[in-house]
């Protein structure tokens, strides 16, 4: 399966082809319909006309679950479509959380990720940390801040062709392993405010949110 949304993650439409058909589950022969990973929620969005209800990774391939009364067989020509205002707000979004988790990092010694969730509205990442996390919201705005305003060059690339592994770079910033959709430049993301949720002993969530 070619992941078009890798290499053009703008790309809203795209013809392509079925692969295979197991009862409402389906393969293609290309897509730019992304499933949830590393955090990031999927896609939504048609596939020859049917909503898909689940995206889910299997090895390399991703099996889209269609209304169980689709038509389609292997080898149907197909129209892929994807709610697009979704998908640039959760890139906007993943790199957002993304700038604030590498700047805590840098600023925060010995603190430690322990989860993360991108969604439509929100993404948030959960820390094991000793205090309030509030504290450093300041100097992680302000840091972000500047990162974003410079609309920097996001640059989306393998690190490894064969097994589909990926990373992100922001030269200067930066170089992250991931596999998720990019980008183009940091001042995509626009403004970000950051709220704290404590989650209980030791741990601590940093909720993010963009305009």
């Not at 290499?7 to 197991?22: E, G, I, R, W």
Request: charged share 30%; glycine share 8%; proline share 2%.
């Amino acid at each position: 399966m070619e992941k078009i949304f890798w290499t053009d993650p703008y790309l809203t439409k795209l013809d392509t082809y079925v692969t295979s058909v197991n009862h409402n589950d389906i393969t293609v022969g290309q897509t730019i319909f992304y499933a949830f990973s590393g955090g990031q929620e999927s896609d939504a969005g048609l596939i020859g006309g049917y909503p898909v209800l689940q995206a889910k990774k299997a090895g390399h391939e991703i099996i889209y679950t269609l209304d169980k009364e689709h038509d389609l067989k292997v080898g149907n020509r197909v129209t892929m479509t994807i709610d697009w205002t979704r998908r640039y707000r959760l890139m906007r979004l993943h790199f957002a959380a993304e700038v604030i988790l590498e700047l805590a990092y840098k600023y925060l010694e010995g603190i430690e990720k322990i989860g993360a969730h991108i969604a439509q509205d929100k993404a948030r990442i959960d820390f094991v940390w000793h205090e309030n996390i509030s504290n450093a919201f300041p100097l992680l705005e302000k840091e972000a801040r500047e990162i974003i305003e410079a609309n920097l060059d996001i640059i989306s690339a393998f690190s490894d062709e064969e097994n589909g592994r990926r990373y992100w770079e922001v030269e200067g910033f930066s170089k992250v392993p991931c596999g998720g959709t990019h980008l183009k430049k940091t001042g995509e993301v626009e403004e970000i405010k950051l709220k704290r949720n404590n989650i209980g002993r030791g741990k601590e969530r940093i909720e993010i949110y963009v305009s």
